[in-house]
């Protein structure tokens, strides 16, 4: 079996050490021979005349689709499947709202949103319920009705701008239907049409799929507040019985975390041999209950890591209970359980294993379905104790900072951002990035790209933002501790150093992108210029699914430069790629920049920020 | 050992490879499959299990297929101890199948192939598999098969002729730029 390839030294050691254990590290290599035309986006089999593919000799497909055509309809796809996703999430999200009982942690912000959208008197249950109610009628309006709510959150300037553009959408699951029903054999072939549709889609993802699941989150659970965390597989207690989470949907894990503290689960679990319950973080939901336990950890016992380390936590035998709700679970896993006698527990059939039972979440009872998974835990912990041995390595940081959100940050920064905006003004910080999105095993490696750009960002005193795996990752290499400001720049190290700051700051899951995008959008309120003015870039180096595509659509329509490390299967049309990477930039202000080398790519992104700083005379 | 085809000064055929123009889509393994497979067809071999001939490795990024050169006194027919490798003194096609003597899975020729191109069979058959030059099809199912034409089944005279006349192009624009430099 072939060597692990990451970042993360201490997850390499303990593959190694387990020769005997199949991850996607190891698979890697045979997938190494990537077909071209698949990388080009030049492939299509949406009919039986096919699959045709645009070669050397065929400039064509059957149909008389061009390379443009095809490249169009499937990153179309792409991106309406990433939508679908995140939409999917907001939706749960807002079920799960609506039918929680007081009290509920994020009251202010409940509050709040209800005075931004007209929500009037009443009490909060009642306030919450139509809260909920407001966001699902927009998800299911018909297309042709604009969505109520993109106008009351999205930073004004750019409401109008996507005014003027006529990509304001309509209901978001209809866009999605939509996107799909055009990207159909013989329906459009108008590549502009289908790259706009992708923009609608992109507001659709951001206001919804990120920006107000965060809100409904942080109403059910608490907003994000500022704290140090254990991060990695030591945050693994064999002493207690541990539930791997995999997904996205903290809302689903509220009423457990509640439960699960009780003092008679605590007996149930004395009874088994355990002290207790603790549910460990895996993949982005991890990252979202660490956002917002950063402060008082409860049953939460710490994010173990991101997409690819799941695998190898299961190699640790340390987990009794795997439960899935959404990506990234691996299809990898099931094997993993099997062999280290993991029980499975799938609540939302998005995420099914193979061998998980099925339990879905119980909107109407959600007491009684965490009493489900807690029994579920307790007979796997008893039956498979007996014949695994824990065996987990010493891995990860104390210390990260975690708890970082819009709110939080402009607490610590003494209840404003104007701190943050004079350091950057006067040149302490030469601006902001965002690293954001997934890992991959591809782009050089597990965390290699994502470590290594974000090393050359801060080395040149620009900041970074991090949300999503990448933030998992970082985490786990000692990027968020205070002590990482050595890495940074003169400049940026001794602000760090003063403020007592990492240089890389941990928003969280990947729908903290949405976080982001109010950090920007604040600033850019308080220097009264639009988005795509500010000295920022972002980066999704190691991006790996068609969720990322459609938060990069969300930062294109921003108006951001958005930096991939692979290019995102466009490469086959010159049009399309010349929209994205290029022409893109007059419209909304936004464009793609693919470097496949992290210097080059910081390299970019300097000079992206430079010219902004340029631009606004600092 | 010369063939005849070669006394009677008539060149002869072989799968060459455009590097520049192979996108590692592996059709070309898949199609030699199903030409080796029963039903004849990608899907049936994929069922059968029939591997392709030509490997297609990654060398970074770039695909590289890889197949037997059916070179002359090959180091894998002199490796053949019981006599199965062979080189059909005819079409210089070097193959272990459809001889008297049945390869015996010594593996002793995919030890002494240079270029990694002899397989073992699957699901453990000690059988050696290579490319045998699809016999009886005109053209080899590999080069029918890819979609960019990054493998010809051309005489390879043809082959470095057209190599040449490219370089030569090359050079003498070369120089041209530089003796304009030069002159200006």
Known sequence: ?618 | MCRPGKLEGVDVKAVMVYLDRCYGCLTCSLACAAAHSASGTITGAMRERVPGRILVEAAGKQPVPILCRHCDDAPCVNACMIGAMQQDPVTGLVSNEGHTQACAGCWMCIMACPYGAIVQAPRGERMALKCDGCRGRETPACVMACPNGALAYVEVDDFAGERRLKLAFCLAEDMTRDSRAYGG
């Open chain 1, 1 to 618: 079996m072939s060597l692990c390839v990451s970042a993360d030294a201490g997850l390499c050691k303990f593959l190694n050490r387990r020769g005997d254990v199949e991850t996607s590290f190891n698979r890697l290599s045979g997938q190494a021979v990537k077909c071209g035309f698949g990388l080009q986006g030049i492939c299509c089999r949406l009919c039986s005349n096919g699959p045709c593919r645009i070669t050397l000799k065929t400039s064509r497909g059957v149909c008389g689709a061009t390379a443009d055509v095809i490249v169009a309809r499937n990153f179309l796809r792409a991106v309406a499947a990433g939508a679908a996703c995140y939409l999917h999430v907001v939706e749960n999200a807002a079920n799960v709202l609506k039918n929680t009982d007081l009290p509920y942690p994020g009251e202010g912000l409940l509050d709040e949103l209800a005075g931004r959208f007209g929500i009037g008197a009443g009490g909060s249950k009642e306030k919450a319920a139509q809260l909920a109610g407001r966001v699902l009628e927009d998800l299911y309006r018909p297309r042709g009705e604009r969505m109520e709510l993109v106008e009351r959150l999205a930073f004004p300037r750019r409401f109008k701008r996507w005014e003027e553009l006529g990509i304001l959408p309509g209901g978001a699951k209809a866009e999605v239907f939509d996107a799909l029903v055009k990207s159909g054999t013989n329906l459009s072939s108008d590549p502009v049409d289908m790259l706009l549709h992708c923009l609608r889609l992109g507001i659709a993802t951001g206001i919804y799929g990120l920006t107000l699941t965060n809100h409904i989150n942080d109403i059910l659970a608490g907003e994000p507040e500022i704290g140090t965390v254990r991060v990695g597989f030591s945050v693994v207690d064999p002493g207690y019985i541990n539930i791997m989470v995999i997904g996205h949907q903290q809302a689903l894990f509220s009423a457990l975390q509640r439960e699960l503290e009780t003092p008679e689960a605590v007996e149930k679990a004395r009874q088994a041999g355990a002290k207790g319950f603790r549910i460990v973080g895996s993949t982005c939901v991890g990252q979202d209950l660490e956002l917002r336990s950063a402060r008082e950890h409860g049953v939460f016992a710490g994010h173990a890591g991101n997409n690819f380390t799941s695998e190898p936590l299961l190699a640790t035998g340390g987990i009794d209970l795997v439960v899935t709700e959404f990506n990234c679970a691996l299809p990898g896993i099931e094997d993993l359980c099997e062999r280290f006698r993991v029980r499975q527990v799938c609540i939302d059939d998005v995420a099914k294993k193979r061998n998980a039972e099925h339990l879905p979440y119980d909107f109407g009872d959600s007491r009684a379905f965490a009493g489900k998974i807690m029994d579920a835990a307790l007979s796997s912990y008893a039956g498979r104790r007996k014949e695994i041995a824990p065996d987990i390595p010493e891995h990860g940081f104390d210390g990260a900072v975690a708890g970082i959100g819009e709110k939080s940050l402009k607490k610590f920064l003494g209840g404003s951002y104007k701190p943050l905006i004079d350091l950057i003004a006067g040149g302490q910080i030469k601006g902001i990035a965002g690293v954001v999105g997934c890992s991959n095993l591809a782009t050089r490696g597990h965390d290699v790209f994502t470590l290594e750009l974000t090393r050359e960002l801060i080395r040149r005193d620009i900041i970074v933002l991090t949300a999503g795996c990448t933030s998992g990752g970082l985490a786990n290499l000692g990027m968020t501790v205070p002590e990482a400001a050595e890495q940074a720049g003169e400049k940026l190290k001794e602000v760090c150093k003063k403020m007592g700051i990492p240089p890389v700051l941990n928003f969280g899951p990947c729908l903290a992108i949405g976080r982001l995008e109010t950090v920007a959008a604040e600033i850019a309120g308080m220097l009264n210029v639009d988005l795509p003015q500010l000295p920022l870039a972002l980066s999704a180096p190691q991006w790996l699914e068609e969720q990322a595509l459609a938060d990069g659509a969300f930062a294109l329509a921003l108006g951001l430069l958005i930096h991939l490390g692979s290019s995102p299967f466009i490469e086959g049309s010159e049009l399309v790629t010349g929209i994205l990477t290029r022409d893109l930039e007059e419209m909304t202000g936004g464009r793609v920049l693919v470097a496949e080398d992290p210097t080059q790519a910081a390299d970019a992104m300097e000079s992206h920020i430079l010219k902004k700083r340029e631009k606004l005379g600092i």
